[in-house]
């Protein structure tokens, strides 16, 4: 069964770090490019970043922009987040996404979700 599986959230003090990853199953993620979502308790689901199948391309939204960064390990199959100087405002339900394409990022049209990972920012 093809798999997106986030693992890496948590309880985390403001200015706090966390890495999120993103494992996939069943098929090939350097094919793909992958983005990151979260979802607030009552808010929209919001894109944070992207990364394209190349590599060659990123996004990042503008409230992350400068605290988080996005890459992948293909040989581990994994995408990441690293999510640096956290605020209690990213706290949010995490998700990634993966779409077979090889345009640069922001793109749409994901094909794969995963079930997503809490990240929780409070002191």
């Known amino acids: 069964q093809v798999q997106l599986v986030e693992s890496g959230g948590g309880l985390v003090q403001p200015g706090g770090s966390l890495n999120l990853s993103c494992a996939a199953s069943?098929?090939?993620?350097?094919?793909?490019?992958v983005g990151w979502f979260r979802q607030a308790p009552g808010k929209e689901r919001e894109g944070v970043s992207c990364?394209?199948?190349?590599?060659?391309?990123?996004y990042y939204a503008d409230s992350v922009k400068g605290r988080f960064t996005i890459s992948r390990d293909n040989a581990k199959n994994t995408v990441y987040l690293q999510m640096n100087s956290l605020k209690p405002e990213d706290t949010a339900v995490y998700y990634c996404a993966a779409v077979r394409t090889t345009r640069p990022c922001p793109t749409r049209n994901y094909e794969y979700w995963g079930q997503g990972t809490q990240v929780t920012v409070s002191s």
């Open positions: 990364i394209s199948s190349s590599d060659a391309s990123t």
């Open positions: 069943r098929f090939t993620l350097n094919y793909y490019a």
